[in-house]
């Protein structure tokens, strides 16, 4: 499908000059990409990227630079459609698993298997639901493996007024 729309994303402060880089999560890997390779993560709603970036802390909230994106996609699955996890062989299971667990003891998570055998389907991103402590049903992130500010995974944050910091000088 096509995925044309507004995503938010809720990033460390220290990372915000670089919001579109996917850096961070090839360093540490997440829950749809193992170490080692990049990953955009995003949110459908502004409340979900919050939810995102305060995983684990969700009463003592830490300062966050939020995004906003656009977004014009080819090759984006949804897998909250149970069709089309249906089609992809892909359970609720696989989605959900404990990944950082099962990664600290050396295991592949399933949802690691999931996301390499999409990408190596050209699949760009996928639309899954968000694992975040206080999620709901319509709280939906958005992970992309392949995307650039061109055609066809256009992604670029909105910065209109040029407040974003352009490195890192900005920190000590």
Known sequence: ??????????????????????????LFGGRFNPVGTPALYTSVRLETAWLEAQQGLP???????????????????????????????????DLACPWEDMADRGQTPPSW???????????????????????????HN????RWSPDPPCRVTVIDDENRLPKDASSWS
């Open 1 to 26: 499908m096509r995925l044309q729309t507004r995503l938010f994303r809720a990033h460390h402060p220290r990372w915000s000059f670089a919001p579109t880089s996917g850096d961070g999560a090839a």
């Open 59 to 93: 009463f003592k909230a830490q300062p966050q630079t939020v995004c906003a994106y656009d977004v014009d996609c080819d090759f984006v699955l949804d897998l909250t459609d149970t069709s089309v996890c249906d089609r992809y062989a892909v359970t609720p299971a």
């Open 113 to 139: 298997r999931v996301a390499q055998a999409l990408m190596a389907q050209d699949v760009s991103a996928i639309i899954v639901p968000s694992f975040a402590p206080g999620a709901t049903m319509a709280d």
């Open 142 to 145: 958005v992970v992309f493996w």
